[in-house]
């Protein structure tokens, strides 16, 4: 059995259940998702097919197949194409990688077949989309054009915008967020990053547009055009001004709530994030003479048609 995943169980996971282990690690599936997995003999233990009530034991080896044709991967909504780039509306829960620990939640090389990359190449994505986030996403078709593009992002000729649905209402209209980020070496979550104070080593320019262009009683819509492009940018960035994203699992919470959490989901009872995901949507990309929009989609529209007032 030739595995994506293959992964040896800690001693902290002995007499964990299985699937409930196993949604807790790769949550690209939930707990009912892994049940069905391991009833389809997708799973082994050991070398050895399973069940997804098996107590593990430390040092227990579990190993997943997922589907690995292209088939089996998601097509995705293309706003454009030429001989050079292919610009998508991606999809929350899609991964931009094409080696990913999220197995069967990639769509690139479903998207090869309908434009294939140019001869010896791989479709390549210009930027990155957190998983979680869906809209606009570039991708080269050929080397040439992949260079031309991450030059011109590097020289900041290329303008991003994102729309947010945040927790609290701002007091300003508009301001900028000018801080820098870095690694949150205080914080339990190696993930986690924040904002540093200038100057400080290792500390990275970060700066942020925001405006907010609707508001509800407890929420905020607002749009975002990052300016510099470091990882978890805008979530940091709200999170610091005190309006974290609607769903963020990590910024939208301490992190004794975000270890709690995880706990829960290691052992199958944990609560859903505050939204359907976090509500963050790549709205507009412009460069290089060209524009490319895509809109809401329907999850995003529902969290804000619940907070208008009936």
């Known amino acids: 059995m030739m595995a994506t995943i293959h992964s040896r169980v800690p001693a902290a996971a002995a007499g964990q259940r299985l699937a409930a282990w196993l949604a807790a690690q790769f949550a690209y599936l939930d707990e009912a998702g892994w049940r069905a997995a391991i009833a389809a003999g997708a799973v082994q233990r050991n070398g050895a097919p399973t069940t997804a009530a098996t107590l593990l034991a430390a040092g227990d080896v579990v190993a997943y197949m997922p589907p690995t044709s292209a088939d089996a991967e998601p097509e995705v909504p293309v706003l ?3 001989d050079d780039v292919v610009v998508i509306d991606k999809p929350a829960g899609l991964v931009v990688q094409h080696a990913s620990s ?9 998207l090869a077949q309908r434009h294939p990359p140019a001869a010896g190449a791989l479709l390549e994505p210009i930027h990155r989309l957190d998983r979680s986030t869906s809209g606009v996403l570039l991708v080269a078709r050929r080397p040439a054009a992949a260079a031309r593009w ?3 992002f590097a020289a900041g000729a290329v303008t991003k915008t994102y729309l947010a649905l945040v927790q609290g209402v701002p007091a300003a209209a508009a301001w900028t967020i000018d801080a820098p980020i870095g690694p ?3 914080s339990a979550v ?5 904002v540093w104070p200038a100057g400080a080593p290792g500390a990275r320019p970060a700066v942020t547009a925001v405006e907010v262009i609707a508001s509800f009683a407890h929420h905020a819509l607002v749009r975002l055009r990052p300016r510099t492009g470091r990882t978890h940018q805008l979530r940091v960035h709200l999170a610091h001004a005190g309006h974290p994203l609607v769903g963020d699992p990590l910024y939208g919470r301490s992190d004794a709530d975000f270890l709690a959490w995880v706990a829960r989901r290691r052992d199958g009872t944990a609560a859903p994030a505050d939204g359907p995901r976090t509500l963050l949507h790549a709205a507009d990309l412009t460069g290089l003479g060209a524009c490319w929009s895509a809109p809401l989609p329907g999850d995003f529209v529902a969290a804000l048609d619940a907070l208008r007032p009936a």
Not at 102 to 110: A, C, Y
Not at 190 to 194: L, N, T
């Open 150 to 152: 991450m030059a011109a």
């Open 80 to 82: 454009h194409a030429d």
């Open 190 to 194: 190696r993930a986690r990053q924040a």
């Open 102 to 110: 999220w197995p069967g939640r990639t769509f690139l090389r479903r």
């Open 184 to 186: 949150a070496t205080e």
